[in-house]
């Protein structure tokens, strides 16, 4: 049975499902306070209610190392990050203490009886400018002449929603000690880096653990970080020689989980007479809560670097800063400041083809770097390694009827309507560094296949089996792929940045070559020769309800280029779900905190996320252009839909509310907003 009929089937095995003879469950006592100095916690009742094994404090775990964080480039602060509350309390929802019992009920009871007490201080929910983490500045020209030399400069500043993963499954983590140490399983993107993580924190030989991530039922980035509940876990396994378990109910998962997105930026593009970009000035602000995880800054740093996406700017200025604030953990998102940078630059681009009188379409295809000069290094050190972006926008315009779709929009506007177009261009970058496989040749003519680029659930497992058939010229059917077991290979890195068709199925290609060229077994780790880059373009067509300001997306069309594609239903699966996740963000999606830092969208009753009715039936279309950068040709595209789909939505709504004098939306994009940006003096009663 194939891993997709599996788990269509219901006979996918996920960590929840897991339960070793004597297990022990685990519940976090968890702070109702944002801001508070820890005077005491009192857990003299909790020890001694039904089935207690052992009731944990900061006291307990003081004195562990941190988690790692990656730092891509110097001068970052990062704030302690104890696995549970030592001097402070920093977030609603920080765990003060651990509870393990014999039963999960035992231990969530056992949790409320825990008495904290503390000095409440007043929350710093907003980024806060006496906590900065990281600053950093790209520069590149004379930026300060240019802008003062240009015919024309535009302006935009744009917020980015904060938004909450709400994946399928929750975080969870089951941990079985033996003599020798300890297994994990755990529901990761990246077991290697939690294996690391563990042994770094509780002090252990890497050797003497062992992380397996079996099926997982989504992560969009949030779980490709080492959480300080999963070292809990090992931990608490390991205090007390028995398994020990914790699955995180849905509450807790948006109380504690990362968030994504969240950030703010302000942005002036310097244009001359033809309305070619000629300077960018940029400065970005990234909220990133009470801790931070491994790639907290990756979001703020992607931002910066993929600036300004797909065009050529020879002049600019980026300025990035990162803030603490007393809430959640802001990290990792599908897409990880590759929405954050297309959305701003997209925004800027259409003020400036508004500026100028030019269509948009023109705008872009006017200051696209040409595919004649790929690779492309852009002025914040990134290299665009190939592609045709005029060539994908041309694709994209034609299966629109653009002329013949802009003449009727203007029909529809004459008469009443509010409708819109909406374009968006963007360039992804897809993952750099390396990644491992193991391939045997059995002598049944099978082949087994180790890899280290794990799955989420998307049945990347197919992909591979195609990948290794084609290499050496079996029946897909034949292929075993192996997956999430730290046991399995040296070292990995596991499911992020659209790198793992890419980078891993290029892992796999060698140890192919070289297993059949040495007689049956081999081992290899694949570094990629440089960052691929895929792109593409989007365009949308939005009308909006002049009673209710419920919007309707009438048509939206994505053109990508990936590369090779190596799976055309899972590459077609991936922009479905990514696409999904964007619209998500454009019209639904917003996490709040109340003023004291109170979550209120801490379930799915607040939380909007989107529906199937929501959802229009996407047109797709490609162009390919692979890269020379791995051994495949193949680009990343996991992310597209996120990154593509919510520029295009909201420049369709100032489109179709041009005429209202609207020039500024922020997202979501929800009827209410809209109903009150139609109206002037609705506007001027929300101010």
């Given at each position: 049975?194939?891993?997709?009929?599996?788990?269509?089937?219901?006979?996918?095995?996920?960590?929840?499902?897991?339960?070793?003879?004597?297990?022990?469950?685990?519940?976090?006592?968890?702070?109702?306070?944002?801001?508070?100095?820890?005077?005491?916690?009192?857990?003299?009742?909790?020890?001694?209610?039904?089935?207690?094994?052992?009731?944990?404090?900061?006291?307990?775990?003081?004195?562990?190392?941190?988690?790692?964080?990656?730092?891509p480039?110097?001068?970052?602060?990062?704030?302690?990050?104890?696995?549970?509350?030592?001097?402070?309390?920093?977030?609603?929802?920080?765990?003060?203490?651990?509870?393990?019992?014999?039963?999960?009920?035992?231990?969530?009871?056992?949790?409320?009886?825990?008495?904290?007490?503390?000095?409440?201080?007043?929350a710093?929910?907003?980024?806060?400018?006496?906590?900065?983490?990281?600053?950093?500045?790209?520069?590149?020209?004379?930026?300060?002449?240019?802008?003062?030399?240009?015919?024309?400069?535009?302006?935009?500043?744009v917020?980015?929603?904060?938004?909450?993963?709400?994946?399928?499954?929750?975080?969870?983590?089951?941990?079985?000690?033996?003599?020798?140490?300890?297994?994990?399983?755990?529901?990761?993107?990246?077991?290697?880096?939690?294996?690391?993580d563990?042994?770094?924190v509780?002090?252990?030989?890497?050797?003497?653990?062992?992380?397996?991530?079996?099926?997982?039922?989504?992560?969009?980035?949030?779980?490709?970080?080492?959480?300080?509940?999963?070292?809990?876990?090992?931990?608490?396994?390991?205090?007390?020689?028995?398994?020990?378990?914790?699955?995180?109910?849905?509450?807790?998962?948006?109380?504690?989980?990362?968030?994504?997105?969240?950030?703010?930026?302000?942005?002036?593009?310097?244009?001359?007479?033809?309305?070619?970009?000629?300077?960018?000035?940029?400065?970005?602000?990234?909220?990133?809560?009470?801790?931070?995880?491994?790639?907290?800054?990756?979001?703020?740093?992607?931002?910066?670097?993929?600036?300004?996406?797909?065009?050529?700017?020879?002049?600019?200025?980026?300025?990035l800063?990162?803030?603490?604030?007393?809430?959640?953990?802001?990290?990792?998102?599908?897409?990880?400041?590759?929405?954050?940078?297309?959305?701003?630059?997209?925004?800027?681009?259409?003020?400036?083809?508004?500026?100028?009188?030019m269509?948009?379409?023109?705008?872009r295809?006017?200051?696209?770097?040409?595919?004649?000069?790929?690779?492309?290094?852009?002025?914040?050190?990134?290299?665009?390694?190939?592609?045709d972006?005029?060539?994908?926008?041309d694709?994209?315009?034609?299966?629109?009827?653009?002329?013949?779709?802009?003449?009727?929009?203007?029909?529809?506007?004459?008469?009443?309507?509010?409708?819109?177009?909406?374009?968006?261009?963007?360039?992804?970058?897809?993952?750099?560094?390396?990644?491992?496989?193991?391939?045997?040749?059995?002598?049944?003519?099978?082949?087994?296949?180790?890899?280290?680029?794990?799955?989420?659930?998307?049945g990347?497992?197919?992909?591979?089996?195609?990948?290794?058939?084609?290499?050496?010229?079996?029946?897909?059917?034949?292929?075993?792929?192996?997956?999430?077991?730290?046991?399995?290979?040296?070292?990995?890195?596991?499911?992020?940045?659209?790198?793992?068709?890419?980078?891993?199925?290029?892992?796999?290609?060698?140890?192919?070559?070289?297993?059949?060229a040495?007689?049956g077994?081999?081992?290899?780790?694949?570094?990629?020769?440089?960052?691929?880059?895929?792109?593409?373009?989007?365009?949308?067509?939005?009308?909006?309800?002049?009673?209710?300001?419920?919007?309707?997306?009438?048509?939206?069309?994505?053109?990508?280029d990936?590369?090779?594609?190596?799976?055309?239903?899972?590459?077609?699966?991936?922009?479905?779900?990514?696409?999904?996740?964007g619209?998500?963000?454009?019209?639904?999606?917003?996490?709040?905190?109340?003023?004291?830092?109170?979550?209120?969208?801490?379930s799915?009753?607040?939380?909007?996320?989107?529906?199937?009715?929501?959802?229009?039936?996407?047109?797709?279309?490609?162009?390919?252009?692979?890269?020379?950068?791995?051994?495949?040709?193949?680009?990343?595209?996991?992310?597209?839909?996120?990154?593509?789909?919510?520029p295009?939505?909201?420049?369709?709504?100032?489109?179709?509310?041009?005429?209202?004098?609207v020039?500024?939306?922020?997202?979501?994009?929800?009827?209410?907003?809209l109903?009150?940006?139609?109206?002037?003096?609705?506007?001027?009663?929300?101010?």
């Amino acid at each position: 049975m194939g891993v997709d009929e599996r788990r269509l089937r219901g006979r996918g095995s996920y960590v929840a499902d897991l339960a070793p003879d004597g297990c022990l469950h685990l519940a976090f006592a968890r702070s109702p306070y944002a801001r508070a100095a820890l005077r005491a916690v009192r857990a003299d009742s909790a020890r001694a209610a039904p089935g207690v094994l052992g009731v944990f404090t900061g006291a307990d775990v003081a004195g562990l190392h941190d988690i790692a964080v990656n730092r891509p480039f110097e001068g970052i602060s990062v704030p302690p990050h104890p696995l549970l509350s030592q001097a402070g309390i920093h977030a609603v929802g920080e765990p003060f203490a651990a509870v393990v019992a014999a039963t999960l009920d035992q231990a969530r009871d056992a949790a409320e009886l825990i008495e904290l007490d503390v000095d409440g201080r007043d929350a710093r929910v907003e980024p806060d400018p006496d906590r900065v983490a990281y600053r950093q500045t790209w520069e590149a020209g004379e930026v300060e002449a240019t802008f003062a030399d240009a015919h024309r400069v535009v302006r935009v500043r744009v917020e980015q929603a904060r938004l909450a993963a709400a994946p399928m499954e929750a975080r969870a983590t089951l941990a079985i000690p033996d003599a020798d140490g300890v297994t994990v399983w755990t529901s990761t993107q990246a077991p290697f880096k939690v294996r690391a993580d563990i042994a770094n924190v509780l002090v252990l030989d890497e050797s003497k653990v062992r992380v397996i991530a079996p099926d997982v039922g989504g992560a969009f980035g949030a779980k490709g970080a080492t959480y300080r509940e999963d070292l809990m876990v090992a931990w608490a396994a390991l205090r007390l020689a028995r398994p020990v378990k914790w699955i995180a109910s849905r509450s807790e998962d948006f109380l504690a989980t990362q968030h994504g997105r969240g950030s703010r930026a302000e942005a002036e593009l310097a244009l001359d007479r033809d309305g070619r970009f000629l300077g960018l000035r940029a400065s970005i602000m990234c909220s990133l809560g009470s801790v931070m995880t491994n790639s907290s800054v990756i979001t703020g740093f992607n931002q910066a670097r993929i600036l300004p996406g797909p065009y050529r700017v020879p002049t600019m200025r980026i300025e990035l800063e990162g803030r603490l604030t007393d809430t959640a953990t802001v990290s990792i998102y599908r897409g990880a400041g590759r929405p954050e940078a297309a959305f701003l630059m997209e925004r800027l681009v259409d003020a400036a083809a508004r500026t100028m009188g030019m269509d948009p379409a023109e705008i872009r295809r006017r200051n696209f770097v040409h595919a004649t000069a790929l690779p492309w290094d852009t002025p914040t050190g990134a290299r665009l390694d190939s592609g045709d972006y005029g060539a994908t926008l041309d694709l994209l315009l034609k299966q629109a009827d653009y002329t013949a779709l802009r003449a009727e929009v203007a029909r529809r506007r004459a008469s009443g309507e509010r409708v819109g177009i909406g374009l968006a261009s963007y360039v992804e970058p897809c993952g750099r560094g390396g990644e491992s496989a193991r391939v045997k040749l059995e002598a049944d003519g099978r082949v087994s296949a180790w890899t280290g680029a794990t799955s989420q659930g998307q049945g990347r497992e197919r992909a591979f089996a195609r990948i290794l058939a084609r290499e050496l010229g079996v029946a897909e059917d034949k292929v075993d792929i192996h997956q999430g077991d730290t046991a399995d290979l040296p070292d990995g890195v596991g499911a992020l940045a659209s790198r793992s068709t890419g980078i891993g199925g290029s892992a796999l290609v060698l140890a192919a070559r070289r297993a059949r060229a040495e007689g049956g077994d081999a081992t290899e780790w694949h570094e990629t020769k440089g960052e691929p880059w895929s792109h593409g373009s989007c365009l949308a067509v939005l009308r909006i309800d002049q009673e209710t300001g419920e919007p309707t997306i009438e048509r939206l069309l994505l053109a990508d280029d990936a590369g090779r594609i190596i799976d055309a239903a899972g590459a077609e699966g991936q922009l479905h779900g990514g696409i999904a996740q964007g619209l998500g963000q454009a019209l639904l999606e917003r996490v709040v905190y109340d003023e004291v830092g109170q979550l209120l969208t801490g379930s799915f009753l607040d939380y909007a996320m989107p529906r199937a009715v929501d959802f229009p039936q996407p047109e797709l279309m490609h162009t390919e252009t692979p890269t020379p950068l791995n051994e495949l040709g193949a680009k990343g595209l996991g992310e597209t839909g996120c990154i593509a789909v919510p520029p295009a939505i909201v420049n369709a709504a100032l489109d179709a509310l041009s005429g209202d004098g609207v020039t500024h939306l922020d997202m979501p994009l929800t009827a209410p907003a809209l109903w009150r940006a139609m109206d002037p003096a609705r506007r001027g009663r929300e101010a």
